[in-house]
């Protein structure tokens, strides 16, 4: 999803122990990278490590570098020109509404690109961007350890005219590993695993609710339901 020297600047937010901003200085894949995280002991044990084995007077042709402990939604983004990429993982979709909805508040006129990878709430968080007007780029489905990740490339430009779908739409529609007859079989049985698993979490959410009427809770879920229901797999 990220070319080399497609951005001018990349922020990894809520980076941890900085293991993909690792990755995109060694690919040189801006001229700056950002590494985010509002722990204050992990970004000093990240400092040295980037000061070891990332500094500049080792290999002057490197990526600058910086580290900001600092809520993700406060990031100095007017404060840097160019291209920039927002990288956003290993949070819920439900924070990650918090942090797109506080950038784009402060910065609306900017057109900025975001890599959201939530842990859970998908469904909402497409939702949300949806009702921001953002532009999809680009979207995969990747399973790693038994657990499932939905990777999205978004845009808060609604210049580029492709559409957010509400529950994925090119993650359903697997694209590697094509055997001798031409289908992607290994991640075919990616795809039909995670709808399976995506509907059964909801359809348990929504027999509470329904279990709970009488208590007066008339939430329902029904809805996102029927949508992953309309889910046709290549």
Request: aromatic letters at 8%.
């Amino acid at each position: 999803m990220v070319t080399s020297k497609q951005y001018d600047h990349i922020w990894d937010c809520c980076c941890d122990h900085g293991l993909l901003g690792f990755a995109l200085l060694s690919r040189q894949a801006a001229s700056n990278i950002h590494f985010v995280d509002i722990v204050p002991e992990l970004m000093t044990e990240l400092e040295g490590k980037l000061q070891r084995f990332y500094s500049p007077s080792c290999n002057s042709s490197n990526p600058t570098w910086q580290i900001h402990c600092l809520d993700v939604a406060k990031l100095p983004l007017k404060e840097c020109e160019g291209k920039q990429l927002i990288i956003i993982a290993g949070v819920g979709g439900d924070l990650m509404i918090q942090f797109i909805e506080a950038i784009h508040q402060q910065y609306p006129s900017l057109h900025l690109d975001f890599v959201l990878c939530p842990v859970h709430h998908q469904f909402s968080l497409r939702q949300k961007l949806i009702e921001l007007n953002f532009s999809l780029k680009d979207e995969v489905l990747v399973e790693e350890n038994r657990r499932f990740y939905e990777v999205i490339l978004v845009s808060s430009s609604s210049e580029i005219k492709r559409k957010i779908n509400p529950v994925g739409d090119k993650i359903w529609q697997p694209v590697s590993s094509v055997d001798s007859s031409g289908h992607s079989s290994e991640q075919a049985e990616t795809t039909s695993r995670y709808l399976t698993k995506t509907l059964s979490h909801y359809q348990r959410i929504q027999q509470g609710f329904e279990q709970s009427i009488g208590q007066g809770r008339s939430n329902s879920v029904q809805h996102i339901i029927d949508a992953y229901r309309a889910v046709t797999l290549s």
